[in-house]
Nanobody, 122 residues
Framework: QVQLVESGGGLVQAGGSLRLSCAASGRTFSRNPMGWFRQAPGKEREFVAAISSSGFSKSYADSVKGRFTISRDNVKNTVYLQMNSLKPEDTAVYYC???????????????WGQGTQVTVSS
């Protein structure tokens, strides 16, 4: 069982930055690939970024490539999402997820956090 708690969301102006954190409980964190997803009002949940269990492999949605960076600290059981050059269209609830496969498919992730709101004003 893995429990995930996101933090770091908030209100920021366009062009600004935020760093999201996702703290995980459980002894298997270092073996779990992790992902970040987001859901805007009226839209389906979409993939943002993923990182392999070792941190060596990373994947990004085209819409965030070059602006967002995913990383992890397996000692602190935490995964991060550094978001720079934020745009109003990045406004959404951001969720972290833990799975057993390094994938962009939300359906392949077994554990989800409650989400943290990110709002980017223009």
């Amino acid at each position: 069982q893995v429990q995930l708690v996101e933090s770091g969301g908030g209100l920021v102006q366009a062009g600004g930055s935020l760093r999201l954190s996702c703290a995980a409980s459980g002894r298997t964190f270092s073996r779990n690939p992790m992902g970040w997803f987001r859901q805007a009002p009226g839209k389906e949940r979409e993939f943002v970024a993923a990182i392999s269990s070792s941190g060596f492999s990373k994947s990004y949605a085209d819409s965030v490539k070059g602006r967002f960076t995913i990383s992890r600290d397996n000692v602190k059981n935490t995964v991060y999402l550094q978001m720079n050059s934020l745009k109003p269209e990045d406004t959404a609830v951001y969720y972290c997820a833990a799975g057993v496969s390094f994938t962009t498919d939300a359906g392949k992730y077994d554990y989800w956090g409650q989400g943290t709101q990110v709002t980017v004003s223009s």
